[in-house]
């Protein structure tokens, strides 16, 4: 069993080709239920659209304002705000502001490339 506290490496992050940065702060093949990733969005840039295959993706807003669109439906988001992504349902967000857009995925089962697809 992993350690039961979990401080994620900064130095990890990395710049997506969705276009935003990432950092694993859960993911780990021994977890397939769920992986938690902190997604950083610059001022007025929206990530691009895509959708997980057989993985709900849940957005928890921290810091910042955007839109997120979810098939095609688009509302305004603000920290406290949890966005819910069905499996297989195109998404995207926009950072409005003109502080970054900071939010966590949690993603169940365990978010992995492979359920990745770009639109």
């Known amino acids: 069993m992993p350690a039961p506290f979990i401080r994620p490496d900064p130095t990890l992050e990395y710049f997506s080709s969705e276009g935003c940065h990432i950092l694993e702060a859960w993911n780990v093949a021994g977890d397939s239920t769920v992986s938690i990733a902190r997604a950083r969005v610059g001022p007025g840039v929206a990530t691009r659209p895509h959708r997980l295959r057989g993985v709900t993706e849940r957005y928890v807003v921290i810091e910042g304002e955007g839109i997120?669109?979810?098939?095609?439906?688009?509302?305004?988001?603000?920290?406290?705000?949890?966005?819910v992504v069905p499996a297989g349902v195109v998404q995207q967000i926009r950072n409005t502001g003109k502080d970054e857009l900071l939010f966590y995925c949690v993603?169940?089962?365990?978010?992995t490339q492979e359920c990745y697809e770009a639109l």
């Open 68 to 83: 997120a669109t979810v098939a095609g439906v688009a509302a305004a988001v603000r920290p406290g705000d949890i966005v």
């Open 107 to 111: 993603c169940t089962p365990r978010y």
